[in-house]
């Protein structure tokens, strides 16, 4: 099967910007969703199709994917956006759908 | 709007079987694939089906083919995931969850509220 390999965790400042990867063998060539996951929450996606933001997601969320990693950046850091962070795409062999193992972003 | 309302919270001890139900209103659950994520504690994310009314067709994961059952009642558009030979390591929180393709998203738009599954002699 497939895998994504996210880093554990991520610490930032408010204010600043934070960047979540998603590294895969050739994901630049598979389409990536980003999910967040607040505590006692279900996912919620934040950025599908790579780039794109569902409606009432803020513009401070952006997604880029090439080569073997795909990242979700997050600028302008708020309290808020403590969560944790998932890759998902879809892949022709194997399980079909895949995550990655989901990053837990700290506000400091 | 679509929403997904899962069964309550169970308990089961070691080598039983778990049926957790997720009904669907705002939608046709005959138009919807239904998908079963689950989270094991202080873990991540894991895919173990789907279940397509249209084509009557399942697809498992591999880890759990043998012992996982997707069907739907289209009658009460509830979905319903069968876990059986439990053990510990089954322990977690089951989602059920949708893509709906009108939204265009192509990701899991829509989710249950979970069902805890506690698996303990």
Redesign the interface.
């Known amino acids: 099967s497939y895998v994504l390999t996210q880093p554990p965790s991520v610490s930032v400042a408010p204010g600043k910007t934070a960047r979540i990867t998603c590294g895969g063998n050739n994901i630049g060539s598979k389409s990536v969703h980003w999910y967040q996951q607040k505590s006692g929450q279900a996912p919620v996606v934040v950025i599908y199709y790579d780039r794109d933001r569902p409606s009432g997601i803020p513009e401070r969320f952006s997604g880029s994917n090439s080569g073997n990693t795909a990242t979700l950046t997050i600028s302008r850091i708020e309290a808020g956006d403590e969560a944790d962070y998932y890759c998902q795409v879809w892949d022709s062999s194997g399980d079909p759908w895949v995550f990655g193992g989901g990053t837990k972003l700290t506000v400091l | 709007q679509v929403q997904l309302v899962q069964s309550g919270a169970e308990v089961k001890k070691p080598g039983a079987s778990v049926k957790v139900s997720c009904r669907v209103s705002g939608y046709s659950a005959t138009e919807l694939s239904m ?1 079963w ?1 689950r989270q094991t504690p202080g ?5 173990m089906g ?1 279940f397509d009314p249209e084509h009557d067709e399942t ?1 498992y ?3 759990f083919q043998g012992r996982v059952t997707m069907t739907e009642d289209t009658s009460t558009d509830t979905a319903y995931m069968e876990l059986s030979s439990l053990s510990s390591e089954d322990t977690a929180v089951y ?1 059920c ?1 949708t893509i709906i393709p009108v ?1 265009g ?5 829509f ?4 069902t805890m599954v506690t698996v303990s002699s």
């Open positions: 998908h994520v873990k991540g994310l894991e895919w789907r697809i994961a591999q880890k989602y969850s939204t998203t192509g990701a899991f738009d989710w249950g509220q979970g």
